[in-house]
């Protein structure tokens, strides 16, 4: 056992040095479509830059500027170049001459106030729905179970989303649609029209900062049907491999064991059944935070959410590739670390995995 912190470390080196490689491809794999787009003339890259204008030799300057006509081995090794030190570009269309690092650092927070309700609580909810459907197997709470299970698996997570949108919109004017520039009844509170200085990049905090309660509480009201739909879609996966694994483990000859020496079923299922139906749901418990993350591009730009996922579909839209390529990388590099963080929380679930 007293190897086993050492070897924990080197797993983790060694996951990282594997973690490497994977964003070499996905850098390259990137900037090569974008490469793709560019020379197809699918975007202009020059067009944003400079303002509309129509004069040849300005616009020969400015790709020549750029690096247009370099190599394509060449672009591509100014591209890594540029990325490792922090220059990924400037946006020249939804956020005029942004640095692309600028404009993360001034989103992601709000997407992490949206999806930090529905990371939280997708798993809490979804093991006590697969462990209450697998202890009442083909009864009325289990048939409710996986009926929701299946909704929340099986209907596009954007039709949720709109339905939602449309009822509470039309009928409960509190929740509006989901905006906070623009919101279809709350145009005129004082809150939306005077948000208070960004401090930490978190709507909520800074509000709770600058002693903003409207503000505060029109915040939480226009995020709770977004995180809704979000916990919905997220724990539908993760309460069916709960209710599976749950299933499998109560069949295992120690808990019939159990149950024989007389032990209180709460216990055989608090004590010896849920621990270890958990070990296979945990690295779920990562992929559906992930799931929500992609989830959440819909979601932000259904309920016009100005967020990561939002502003990832309007540079694709728009072809504002730099902004692509910026939140797609930064979206793999959070992905990357997530698996490894998911990876190190299996042992403390399970104490008997040991590192090679």
């Known amino acids: 056992m007293a190897k086993q912190p050492k070897n924990m470390i080197k797993y983790i080196i060694k996951r990282i040095l594997m973690m490497i490689p994977m964003l070499f491809l996905v850098l390259a794999i990137s900037w090569f479509l974008s490469y793709l787009m560019v020379q197809q003339n699918l975007v202009n890259p020059v067009a944003g830059r400079l303002g509309g204008t129509l004069d040849p030799d300005v616009i020969e300057a400015e790709l020549r500027r750029i690096g247009y006509y ?10 890594f170049k540029n990325f490792f030190t922090g220059n990924w570009g400037s946006s020249y269309l939804i956020a005029q001459d942004k640095p692309v ?45 996986r009926a929701v299970a299946i909704i929340g698996a099986g209907f596009p997570i954007f039709w949720i989303a709109d339905l939602l949108q449309r009822f509470f919109g039309y009928y409960i004017s509190n929740f509006t649609y989901g905006s906070f520039d623009i919101p279809a009844f709350f145009g005129n509170t004082p809150g939306l029209k005077n948000p208070p200085p960004s401090i930490t990049g978190f709507r909520i905090i800074d509000s709770i900062i600058a002693n903003n309660q409207v503000y505060l509480w029109d915040t939480i009201a226009h995020l709770i049907l977004p995180a809704i739909c979000i916990t919905f879609v997220s724990l539908a996966s993760m309460t069916r491999q709960t209710r599976s694994s749950m299933l499998d483990v109560l069949n295992q000859d120690y808990i019939r064991t159990a149950r024989a020496k007389g032990v209180v079923e709460q216990d055989v299922i608090n004590k010896h ?4 139906a958990l070990l296979p749901v945990s690295n779920l418990i990562v992929a559906g935070t992930a799931t929500a993350l992609l989830g959440s591009f819909f979601i932000e730009v259904v309920f016009n959410y100005k967020g990561y996922g939002y502003y990832m579909v309007i540079s694709i839209i728009t072809g504002d590739y730099l902004v692509t390529l910026g939140l797609l990388v930064f979206a793999t590099i959070i992905i990357l670390s997530g698996t490894l963080i998911a990876d190190v929380l299996y042992t403390i679930i399970d104490p008997r995995i040991t590192y090679t």
Do not use: C
């Not at 370099?70 to 591209?79: C, G, M, N, S």
């Not at 992601?108 to 093991?127: D, G, H």
């Not at 059944?273 to 270890?276: E, K, Q, V, Y």
């Open 70 to 79: 370099d190599p394509w081995f060449v672009q591509l090794a100014t591209y």
């Open 273 to 276: 059944a849920i621990r270890n």
């Open 101 to 145: 690092i600028d404009l993360i650092s001034e989103i992601f927070p709000r997407t992490i106030e949206l999806m930090i309700i529905p990371i939280i609580l997708s798993p809490i909810i979804a093991v006590k729905l697969g462990v209450a459907s697998a202890t009442h197997k083909d009864n009325i709470k289990d048939v409710g179970v």
